[in-house]
């Protein structure tokens, strides 16, 4: 086994939790001032950690019944590119009509 890049997996962890702990205390605040119920931004904060519970075993799954487990590593990596940039969008400009 090669060695292990200690320096880019803790800067990893480091940007990882320092947006974590800067998205989630504000974004219940700007999801209310957004309009949405409770109930709503209840279901919305729980959305991340029920993808981490279920996406994982389905990549597994999918990386063993394909039998391409390098690729099924790599394809995630345009829908997450996309979906980032879709979601730093301003509303306005996601096709709303005027």
């Not at 962890?13 to 309009?35: D, N, Q, R, T």
């Not at 991340?48 to 799954?61: K, S």
């Not at 990596?77 to 979601?87: K, L, V």
């Amino acid at each position: 086994m090669g060695s292990v890049p200690y320096r880019q997996l803790a800067g990893f962890y480091f940007f990882y939790f320092a947006y974590i702990g800067a998205f989630a205390p504000f974004f219940g605040v700007y999801l209310a001032a957004a309009g949405l119920s409770p109930v709503e931004i209840g279901v919305v904060m729980a959305l991340p950690q029920v993808t981490r519970i279920f996406a994982p075993h389905l990549w597994g799954w999918l990386a063993d019944a394909s039998g391409r487990h390098a690729r099924m590593v790599e394809s995630p990596r345009w829908p997450d590119c996309c979906a980032g940039w879709a979601c730093s969008r301003p509303p306005r400009s996601c096709g709303s009509a005027r």
